[in-house]
């Protein structure tokens, strides 16, 4: 059984589009469980209908033009009461409703299963049977399965499905597709999806018109030409190694490489209006799917056969370096399966309005740069159908993280004026650069930057930054591919620490591992969230973290506005640790003649148990700095990467907020500074909470600081004390945000808050 739900599954994920899934689904099930009928109904909330979508078994012709409205017939039961329904007679039941249309007058057993997804009614499984039969529990339990297998399928065909290829050419397409991912950079983008892709990746390939017919056929033809010698020399060479039968393996590339079906296929996709690359996907992964989709095993297995030789010629094309890409949009939105740091900066920064990636998240180095950049970004939007989306207008929504394919004209509109409100706004916030954040009743709070590359150093500057809060060491090395060594880290430093002197800098050690992987120094483990990573590799590793610590310290010479932080604090013996190498670095440098005074020490609170021992980290230490990121993932038991449980990721839950201010409180007994440098901080909504809590300083991304700094000038303190007080004994995060953001409008702030929300 496992095996013909595997098969199912992988069948469905190769579908072209949502109608093809669904008929893959029911022509399966109905085979597998000797139905008469399957059928699916997928839910439409908008016009409160479950569509008739896919049937094997009830007249072909209803499909998509019958339905139940909400509240009728059986298959309302199962979506209501969102459990498996089983009647051996189903018009018996109160609430079946005949549909003359179908021709179902002939059946009787009735098997339905909710199909779910993230909580979502999707639609409703459903066989049947002409005679009167009640389905078996390993019936009821398989559709069950089957249904719960699928719902992730679907959701995501769906998704895909929603860009009809053959309606590419600039017509219109289903309007308002809505693609979710996390939040990656704040802002609205409205603009033209160009994709990008890695080489050698077939699926990735975007569809994409044919900037010249005759010349991409000539290069598919060399491809396929230098293909087929590349095999046949192959042949030739391990030929002589092998037996006739395994030989023949290379006669069959051969044969499905002159095979005209595959030549002919490609180039009719051409003359339709799709480029080489994009033609070779199409009728590559058709050509597989028959194979995929047969009883033998061994024919099922020459679909990888097949899918090797597209990547083949696709390499081929590739390196013809040929650029057949159009030119870039003038109002590009980037998009891509994986989106680099490097592909992001091909882009000419003028054309450039959003980034959309399907993986990724928030602290992803795309994510990072693009929030450097001021671009609107959204990661992490598992489903995007990256193929099918090249020319169509999209809509990002970088603060809640979602997309909008082929946007309604009432969704467009919409952001274009959230995105003039926007603009206003900024451009409001420009004059609030040069002053100090500082609330009606006098309370100063500086507004730090956080940065990790050199490129974001002077947008801080000129953003009014009073200093870094966050300097994460941990990019310079990502994108090398060795560690650096200790000149080079004290060149990078010292342009950070000279940028700001005499305001303070922040540097953190390095916090690899977890999220942050470097490709010189693999971590392979099973919860990397929590295994070695931050202070645990440098502890283990003195090595790196002296040479890193002298290279900070050498950084600041003349300067000495350098602080140290030290990420992922579990232990106070990792403190003590960590303080005794910081003493020798000193030392070293000092007794070698260096002009440097020892910089204040300081441990970022991020891990729960940090939270109950802050009284004694900060004992220890100079200042403390909480990190939000990790406190919240750490605390609510949520992956911060993670795009299915995005929606329980959330630092105004109100025991997050507990925890932050007991650490302020705690550092504020033992006369320590204690900032936030996490992502709330430059959240102008949760500024109001923290700043009641009495935090010290707050850091964030440059982009952040003029709204930041806005609610912090606009509401006292002890205002904000009161709302405070109120916000710490809610129920949930929802309940908190409301009160912050009603205390924000109360302030005359609202703009703040529509442009956040
Ligand atoms: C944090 O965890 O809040 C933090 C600032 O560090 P990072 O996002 O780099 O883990
Ligand atoms: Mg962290």
Redesign the pocket.
């Known amino acids: 059984m496992l095996d013909v739900l595997r098969r199912i599954v992988q069948e469905v994920g190769g579908a072209r589009d949502l109608e093809h899934a669904l008929t893959i689904i029911v022509k399966r099930i109905k085979q597998v469980m000797a139905a008469d009928v399957c059928s699916v109904y997928l839910s439409d909330y908008t016009l409160q209908r479950h569509v008739l979508m896919a049937t094997d078994g009830l007249n072909p012709a209803a499909v998509g033009h019958v339905w139940l409205t909400m509240g009728e017939g059986v298959v309302s039961v199962v979506a209501e009461t969102a459990e498996p329904l089983n009647l051996d007679n189903a018009p018996d039941h109160p609430r079946y409703r005949f549909v003359a249309e179908t021709g179902e007058e002939y059946y009787h057993g009735f098997l339905g299963v909710p199909i779910i997804h993230h909580r979502r009614i999707l639609g409703v499984l459903v066989v049947r049977q002409r005679d009167s039969r009640k389905f078996a529990e390993d019936e009821v339990a398989f559709l069950v399965t089957m249904a719960a297998q699928l719902a992730g399928a679907i959701a995501h065909a769906e998704a895909s499905g929603g860009v009809n290829p053959v309606q590419r050419a600039g017509t219109s397409t289903v309007a308002g597709t809505i693609l979710e991912g996390l939040a990656g950079a704040p802002g609205v983008g409205i603009g033209t999806a160009f994709v990008m892709y890695p080489p050698a990746d077939l699926d990735a390939v975007p569809d994409r018109p044919p900037a010249n017919v005759d010349a991409e056929i000539i290069a598919l033809k060399a491809a396929v030409a230098t293909v087929q010698a590349e095999i046949q020399m192959l042949g030739e060479r391990i030929g002589a190694h092998l037996r006739a039968e395994e030989r023949a393996l290379f006669d069959a590339y051969s044969l499905m490489l002159n095979s005209e079906s595959l030549m002919d296929a490609v180039v009719e996709r051409i003359r339709a209006g799709n480029w080489a690359s994009g033609a070779l996907r199409e009728t590559i992964n058709e050509q597989a799917r028959v194979f995929e989709q047969m009883e033998e095993p061994y024919l099922r297995e020459r679909a990888q056969d097949i899918r090797d030789l597209g990547r083949r010629i696709l390499v081929c094309l590739q390196s013809t370096g040929r650029r057949s890409a159009p030119p870039y949009p003038e109002r590009t939105i980037l998009v891509g399966e994986e989106i680099s740091a490097t592909m992001l900066a091909e882009v000419p920064r003028e054309k450039l309005v959003a980034v959309v990636s399907a993986s990724g998240s ?2 992803s180095h795309v994510a990072i740069l693009a929030r450097a950049l001021g671009v609107p970004a959204v990661v992490g939007a598992t489903d995007l159908p990256t193929g099918r989306m090249e020319g169509h207008e999209l809509v990002v929504d970088g603060y809640r993280g979602r997309v909008f394919l082929d946007p309604s004209d009432v969704v467009r509109n919409e952001y274009m004026r959230l995105a003039r409100e926007e603009a206003v706004l900024v451009a409001g916030l420009e004059g609030l650069k040069d002053l100090p954040a500082e609330t009606p009743d006098g309370v100063r709070i500086p507004l730090y930057a ?1 940065s ?1 590359l050199i490129s974001d150093v002077a947008p801080s500057l000129t953003g009014g930054a009073e200093g870094i809060g ?1 300097y ?1 060491t ?1 990019f310079p090395f990502m994108i090398r591919d060795r560690f650096p060594g200790e000149e080079e880290q004290r060149r990078i430093y010292r342009q950070v620490l000279e940028a700001f002197a005499p305001r303070p800098v922040v540097l ?1 050690t390095l ?1 690899v591992g ?3 992987p470097l490709s010189y120094f693999p971590i392979t483990e099973d919860n990397p969230f929590l295994g070695w990573r ?1 202070i645990r590799i440098t502890l283990d590793h003195p090595e790196i973290f002296l040479v890193q610590l002298r290279a900070m310290m050498r950084a600041s010479a003349g300067l000495g506005n350098l602080r140290l932080l030290l ?2 604090i579990t232990q106070l013996s990792e403190v003590d640790e960590a303080r005794r190498l910081v003493d020798r670095a000193y030392q070293e440098l000092v007794s070698g003649g260096e002009n440097i005074v020892m910089p204040p020490l300081g441990v ?1 609170i ?1 891990v729960p148990s940090a939270v109950y021992q802050s009284e004694q980290i900060a004992r220890r230490v100079d200042f403390l ?9 750490y605390l609510l038991a949520v992956d ?1 990467n993670n795009a299915r449980v995005a929606g329980l990721y959330d630092a105004l839950h109100p025991a997050v907020l507990c925890a932050i201010n007991q650490v302020i409180e705690a550092g504020h007994r033992q006369g320590k500074l204690v900032g ?5 901080a430059g959240d102008p909504v949760a500024a109001i909470a923290l700043l009641g809590m009495g935090v010290d300083h707050l ?1 964030m991304s440059v982009a952040s600081l003029p709204r930041v700094k806005w609610a912090i000038r606009n509401i006292r303190r002890d205002d904000a004390k009161i709302v405070l007080a109120e916000v710490l004994g809610m129920d949930d995060a929802a309940s908190v945000r409301n009160l912050l953001e009603k205390t924000l409008e109360d302030a005359g702030l609202g703009g703040l808050v529509r442009a956040g929300a």
């Open positions: 928030r602290s956080n990790g966050l994460r941990e953190r916090d977890g999220d942050k931050g990420p992922m970022m991020e700095s909480i990190g939000t990121n990790d406190l919240t993932q911060r936030v440098c996490g992502e709330m850091s």
